[in-house]
């Protein structure tokens, strides 16, 4: 799914009092919402969505695949998303259909 997809996805389920142009300012502004706050190191909690967390990753080695030289990955800040009960088990349902 693209952002064009889910833009036309929230206009038909808003209805006909939004244009598209006006759900692709919503979108962009949760969106950017969602990046600046993880930019600021935040949580972001969606109840029956999922929780967005930016996570450390600590100092590692690893190989260079052409030399087999060894090189030190340096830690970084990464963000990840852990889904809900609600949606992992929507998800589990598709995968039960056979999708």
């Known amino acids: 799914m693209t952002k064009a997809?889910?833009?036309e996805q929230v206009a038909e389920a808003i209805g006909p009092g939004i244009t598209k142009?006006?759900?692709a300012?919503?979108?962009d502004g949760f969106l950017n919402a969602v990046k600046l706050a993880l930019s600021d190191g935040e949580n972001i909690e969606i109840?029956?969505?999922g929780?967005?967390?930016v996570r450390k990753r600590k100092t590692r080695m690893a190989r260079n695949p052409r030399t087999g030289e060894a090189v030190e990955v340096p830690?970084?800040?990464?963000?990840v998303f852990k889904p809900?009960?609600?949606?992992r088990a929507r998800v589990e349902k598709v995968d039960e259909?056979?999708?």
Do not use: E
């Open 97 to 99: 259909i056979g999708f």
């Open 47 to 49: 109840r029956g969505f």
């Open 25 to 27: 300012l919503v979108v």
């Open 84 to 87: 809900s009960k609600h949606l």
């Open 21 to 23: 142009k006006d759900c």
């Open 51 to 53: 929780t967005f967390k």
């Open 75 to 79: 830690s970084r800040s990464v963000p």
């Open 5 to 7: 997809d889910l833009v």
